[in-house]
């Protein structure tokens, strides 16, 4: 197992739209497990697939507190979204340090294949609804960043670049 590099903002890999998994094999098994490895590591309760570099339609997550209910989602779908709406605190790994609310379905539906391509049915609550759609959202190139006013979502971006205009002034 191998920890990975997590792609941070304003890399516009973070952007792409990642496409369906093909094959379930081997070797996307073991990407799973360091993207396990990876999240429970950094550590964070999710991690997709595009936040490894990886532009393939698969996220792994886990919100249980002891970290022994590790979950990975292959070409999910949200069959349903409740109509209530709940607020969470957000974060993400790849815009480190930066967090705010953000209202969604308070329960959702997830349609997905499970690391041995067996077709599954989960329903999701409260924090795991939060984080399932957060990881969704990866896949689609979309950030909670993206939920907040132009103006918040904007000083986040300049925050992010200004940062790594520096980082690369220092490594040259
Ligand atoms: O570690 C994470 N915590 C978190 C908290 C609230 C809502 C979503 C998340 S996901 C985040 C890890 C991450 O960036 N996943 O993409
Ligand atoms: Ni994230």
Known sequence: MAVM?????????LRKQSLPVERIDDDLRRLIDDMLETMYKAPGIGLAGIQVGVDRRLFVMDVSREENNPICMINPEIITRSEELNVHEEGCLSIPDYYAEVERPKIVTMKFLDRFGK??????????ATCAQHEFDHLNGALFIDYLS??????VIKKFAKLAKQK????L
């Not at 077709?119 to 795991?128: H, I, K, P, R, S």
């Not at 132009?150 to 000083?155: A, G, T, W």
């Open 5 to 13: 590099d997590i792609i941070t903002l304003p890399d516009p890999i």
């Open 168 to 171: 690369e002034k220092n490594i």
């Open 150 to 155: 132009k103006l918040r979502r904007d000083r």
């Open 119 to 128: 077709e599954q049915q989960m329903e999701l609550d409260e924090v795991g």
